[in-house]
């Protein structure tokens, strides 16, 4: 049984930084790739940015630059470095880990098996 578990999330003023980081467990967590999402109120989960398991990274585009994923494979753990945060980045993240070994469709729901249950993010402007 795989278990994702994500911390980190707070209140900071636009401008600020967070840091985020999800846990993995069951499973060998180096052969995965690993993804962060978020879900603002009253809209759709949004891909924000995935890590594969050699380290290539994918970003949504009001991210890139500001936000960086990385991965610590001894810890098991995947981390969401937050920077220059806005308002509109306000939202629940939740961290995924991918169902099967690959790098492809990493920016859909579909491609991840298990989800965390999520971290609230709130930025005040």
């Known amino acids: 049984q795989v278990h994702v578990v994500e911390s980190g999330g707070g209140l900071v003023q636009a401008g600020g930084s967070l840091r985020l980081s999800c846990a993995a467990s069951?499973?060998?967590?180096?052969?995965?790739?690993m993804g962060w999402f978020r879900q603002a109120p009253g809209k759709e989960r949004e891909f924000v940015a995935a890590?594969?398991?050699?380290?290539?990274?994918r970003y949504l585009d009001s991210v890139k630059g500001r936000f960086t994923i990385s991965r610590d494979n001894v810890k098991s753990t995947v981390y969401l470095q937050m920077n220059s945060l806005k308002p509109e980045d306000m939202a629940v993240y939740y961290c995924?880990?991918?169902?099967?070994?690959?790098?492809?469709?990493?920016?859909?729901?579909?491609?991840?098996?298990?989800w965390g249950q999520g971290t609230q993010v709130t930025v005040s402007s």
């Open positions: 995924a880990a991918a169902g099967s070994t690959g790098w492809a469709n990493v920016e859909s729901r579909t491609f991840y098996g298990y």
């Open positions: 069951g499973r060998t967590f180096s052969r995965y790739a």
């Open positions: 890590i594969s398991s050699g380290g290539n990274t």
